[in-house]
């Protein structure tokens, strides 16, 4: 079995903590974890990564672990009663801090008091609350709430339209970049980034600490919108975080940002992940809405790389059963996409270099032939353009370079081999796809009958070939 070409995440959580669900979740078909530094704290994530770590190599399955910074968000403080009920019409006095009075709601950043005004409208976590400033005093502010509503503590606070002007790392962000690059992560999310510089300071920090992590850019508000190709092309994938995007911009504005992005995403080569309320009612229930399957299908048939779940595996009383639900729903989305609409998308890229136009090349034989196209990787430069092309068939990828196998395994349309433990020192291109070939047939991937792709494209040389050939024996 090739696995899904969508690729699913799961943010890790209370619910999921725990070495025989991860496993499960991995078996499941799962390829990346996220952890979110929001929460937690380093003993938690050190045994997040430890159980990821084990049951992926255990399953022999190469994994991606991704760190999500903080960025320059504001939360609510702590609250004594952990969630206070709101009613509508409610008078609440905000003021700066961890904790507050009675009658008080602590927030954590002074910078939200710096920008808002009365007349704007305030979000709390989702939008479970709703308010609009009535008043603003030097280190306070007054809000009324237009719904009945609940404010958790630790929950995110937006004032619409307002970006906090703020650095975009604070000094625990950047020790947060230490711990990811410490312990290998494979991508560390950048929230609330804002232009492309921004990516290029996070790249620097990762390179001066001589690391390879690479940078995931998180859509989520509107300067991050207006600077979108300037982000996207210095990133190295893309999240549509739908979370914070949706406090910021009207919701009815979403589906438009979202198809943009991945349009964006994918003409530059960036794999595009799209994130949050992928199948939040399953936090509760155990099977999902209607229009949720309706959204998960559309994203699939959009040919995203990867969805990710956050609240469901986080916090959510079914963490196993919506991974399911979402392969589920991904393989009957993949079933109905037709080659021709892969080719409009193929069509539409720009395709600059040799390499480019051999993958389109080789994509088109291959499927024009049915074939299953096997790519043996030193250095990672062929695969990421294969899966940019939107592949409908099988695409096998073996690398000996652990790291590289685990960021590749999110890219879209890759079945993504860890070969490290099977090529001793530096074997050449043809020695290597056979060793994948082996490989594969052994677990069940390549079988007696099957028509093969080779693809030899050799960095170096502009020398780039394709062997077709039938299993025979
Ligand atoms: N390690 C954790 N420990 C406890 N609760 C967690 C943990 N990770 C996530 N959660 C809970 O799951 C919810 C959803 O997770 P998610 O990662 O989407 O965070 P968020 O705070 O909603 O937003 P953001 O992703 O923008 O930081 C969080 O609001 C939090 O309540
Ligand atoms: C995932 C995330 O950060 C968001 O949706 O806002």
């Known amino acids: 079995m090739a696995g899904l070409k969508t690729k699913i995440i799961v943010t890790l959580g209370p619910a999921t903590k725990s070495y025989d669900i991860i496993k499960r979740l991995i078996k499941e078909g799962v390829s990346g974890f996220r952890i979110n530094f929001s929460h937690g704290d380093t003993s938690e994530w050190d045994l997040f990564v430890k159980?990821?770590?084990?049951?992926?190599?255990?399953?022999?399955?190469?994994?991606?672990?991704?760190?999500?910074?903080?960025?320059?968000?504001?939360?609510?403080?702590?609250?004594?009663q952990g969630v206070l009920k709101v009613e509508r019409d409610?008078?609440?006095?905000?003021?700066?801090?961890?904790?507050?009075?009675?009658?008080?709601?602590?927030?954590?950043?002074?910078?939200?008091?710096?920008?808002?005004?009365?007349?704007?409208?305030?979000?709390?976590?989702?939008?479970?609350?709703?308010?609009?400033?009535?008043?603003?005093?030097?280190?306070?502010?007054?809000?009324?709430?237009?719904y009945d509503g609940v404010i958790g503590s630790g929950k995110k606070i937006v004032a619409r339209g307002k970006e906090p002007n703020v650095p975009l790392l604070s000094s625990e962000d950047v020790s947060l970049v230490k711990y990811a690059v410490d312990r290998e992560f494979t991508f560390i999310g950048v929230s609330y980034v804002r232009s492309g510089h921004d990516i290029n300071v996070v790249r620097n920090l990762i390179e001066g600490m001589k690391g390879s992590t690479g940078i995931i850019a998180k859509i989520e508000t509107p300067t991050a919108y207006r600077n979108l190709a300037e982000i996207v092309s210095s990133s190295d994938m893309v999240l549509i975080a739908r979370g914070d995007l949706g406090l910021h911009f009207d919701l009815e504005k979403l589906p438009t940002i979202q198809k943009e992005v991945i349009i964006s995403s994918v003409s530059y080569g960036r794999p595009v992940i799209v994130a949050t309320q992928i199948l939040e009612s399953m936090v509760e229930q155990p099977r999902?809405?209607?229009?949720?399957?309706?959204?998960?299908?559309?994203?699939?048939?959009?040919?995203?790389?990867?969805?990710?779940?956050?609240?469901e595996t986080a916090v959510g009383k079914y963490p196993l059963e919506t991974v399911r639900w979402l392969k589920k729903i991904i393989e009957s989305a993949e079933a109905n996409i037709k080659v021709e609409q892969a080719k409009?998308?193929?069509?539409?890229?720009?395709?600059?270099?040799?390499?480019?136009?051999?993958?389109?090349?080789?994509?088109?034989l291959a499927e024009s032939v049915e074939g299953k196209v096997l790519v043996f990787s030193k250095t990672g430069s062929v695969p990421p353009l294969i899966a940019r092309m939107r592949p409908q068939v099988p695409v096998i990828v073996g690398t000996p370079d652990r790291r590289l196998a685990e960021r590749l395994t999110l890219f879209y349309g890759l079945k993504v081999y860890d070969m490290s433990k099977n090529v001793q020192g530096d074997v050449s291109y043809e020695e290597g796809i056979r060793l994948l070939e082996s490989l594969a047939r052994s677990r069940g991937e390549l079988s007696i009958g099957d028509v093969v792709a080779e693809s030899f494209a050799r960095p170096g040389e502009d020398m780039h070939e394709i062997l077709i050939k039938r299993i025979l024996f």
């Open 51 to 80: 159980l990821v770590r084990e049951a992926a190599s255990e399953l022999d399955q190469p994994t991606s672990l991704i760190g999500d910074l903080r960025g320059p968000q504001i939360r609510i403080g702590v609250l004594d």
């Open 90 to 146: 409610q008078v609440l006095r905000f003021v700066f801090g961890e904790k507050a009075g009675e009658k008080e709601i602590p927030v954590r950043s002074k910078s939200l008091f710096e920008t808002v005004e009365v007349g704007d409208t305030i979000l709390v976590g989702d939008g479970e609350c709703i308010l609009r400033v009535v008043e603003v005093g030097d280190d306070y502010f007054q809000a009324r709430a237009l």
């Open 288 to 311: 999902p809405s209607r229009s949720e399957v309706v959204d998960v299908y559309s994203a699939v048939q959009d040919m995203v790389d990867a969805l990710m779940l956050t609240n």
């Open 344 to 364: 409009s998308i193929r069509d539409s890229l720009a395709k600059r270099s040799l390499k480019d136009k051999y993958v389109h090349g080789l994509l088109s």
